[in-house]
């Protein structure tokens, strides 16, 4: 919405976006849905860097995305991994909407991944849902995979939100799925969360 560099060369910056939503396309069921939040950042380093490649998972039948969250050079995670019954203030989230997918036109929130420990690594497959979430409403169980795709992540401390934006990949294409092998394997490694999702 705005930004400016102060006097004494910092930088401030207020930005606008839509953090809460539920996820797999559905329409907002909750108060606090697609609430509209302000976030004020203030730096002076060099701002974090948010990587994301597209790739094709499950030996090529579904696409998907994968990256990291990094800050100075380092991974930016919490301590652990959230689950249902114990949560992580630090944890920090990668936000994944698609545009013109199934769930109809423009931008549908389909996924949320948090950041791994040790790496600040996430991975992400547009696959078919087959339960919906606890507390949610009916959802779609079609894939959610669209023209484009985006990715939004809050920045550590007071830093800005970043965003990548990408073209979906078209159909399978094994050299190239050998190239995007080889960024995954450079980014996310032995990590054994995301083996499937290469």
Request: hydrophobic letters at 30%; aromatic letters at 12%; glycine letters at 14%.
């Given at each position: 919405m705005a930004a400016c560099t102060a006097p004494d060369g910092t930088h401030w910056a207020l930005q606008s976006w839509q953090r809460v939503q539920p996820l797999r396309?559905?329409?907002?069921?909750?108060?606090?849905?697609?609430?509209?939040?302000?976030?004020l950042s203030h730096w002076s380093k060099p701002l974090p860097l948010l990587e994301v490649s597209p790739n094709w998972t499950?030996?090529?039948?579904l696409q998907g995305l994968f990256g990291r969250l990094l800050f100075e050079g380092k991974p930016v995670h919490g301590y652990r991994t959230p689950?249902?019954?114990?949560?992580n203030?630090?944890?920090?989230?990668?936000?994944?909407?698609?545009?013109?997918?199934?769930?109809g036109p423009g931008w549908?929130?389909?996924?949320?991944?948090?950041t791994h420990v040790g790496n600040g690594g996430f991975c992400y497959s547009f696959a078919p849902l087959v339960q919906a979430p606890p507390g949610y409403p009916a959802v779609p169980t079609f894939s959610g995979k669209?023209?484009?795709?985006?990715v939004t992540a809050m920045g550590p401390g007071v830093t800005p939100v970043s965003e990548w934006e990408g073209t979906a990949l078209g159909p399978y294409d094994p050299v190239a799925d050998r190239v995007f092998d080889q960024l995954f394997d450079s980014i996310l490694g032995a990590d054994g969360v995301?083996?499937?999702e290469r």
């Open positions: 396309g559905v329409a907002g069921f909750l108060s606090g849905h697609m609430a509209w939040e302000l976030h499950y030996g090529g039948t689950t249902r019954k114990q949560s203030g630090h944890a920090r989230y990668v936000y994944i909407d698609t545009f013109n997918s199934a769930y549908k929130r389909d996924g949320a991944k948090v669209g023209e484009r795709h985006r995301c083996t499937a």
